[in-house]
Nanobody, 125 residues
Framework: EVQLVESGGGLVQTGGSLRLSCAAS????????ITWFRQAPGKEREGISC????????YYADSVKGRFTVSSDNAKNTVYLHMNSLKPEDTAVYYC??????????????????WGRGTQVTVSS
């Protein structure tokens, strides 16, 4: 059974940092693409960062580029999202999702087969 479990969310002040984790099981981690999405209340789900465990390539949305970094520990089957310089507009539920391919439009949610349940990130002003 494929499982993705996010953790590391919480409440942080503007300018602070958090590290989210996405622990994966039930599939060949090294062959998959893992992407972080987020959804704020009343807004559409947004793809923010992607890592291909096959070749290590990474991708970022403009909204987080330069502030967020995605990394992968293949030995632990875990992907991390390091979030720095957090802003109130980063407040959202953060999800990780997995795909057996690297979609051309990596930020498109319906291209992903497997999803975690999410972790809440709240940035106070």
């Amino acid at each position: 059974e494929v499982q993705l479990v996010e953790s590391g969310g919480g409440l942080v002040q503007t300018g602070g940092s958090l590290r989210l984790s996405c622990a994966a099981s039930g599939f060949t981690f090294d062959d998959y693409t893992i992407t972080w999405f987020r959804q704020a209340p009343g807004k559409e789900r947004e793809g923010i960062s992607c890592i291909s465990n096959d070749d290590g390539s990474t991708y970022y949305a403009d909204s987080v580029k330069g502030r967020f970094t995605v990394s992968s520990d293949n030995a632990k089957n875990t992907v991390y999202l390091h979030m720095n310089s957090l802003k109130p507009e980063d407040t959202a539920v953060y999800y990780c999702a997995a795909s057996s391919i690297l979609p051309f439009s990596w930020y498109t949610d319906y291209l992903y087969d497997h999803w975690g349940r999410g972790t809440q990130v709240t940035v106070s002003s």
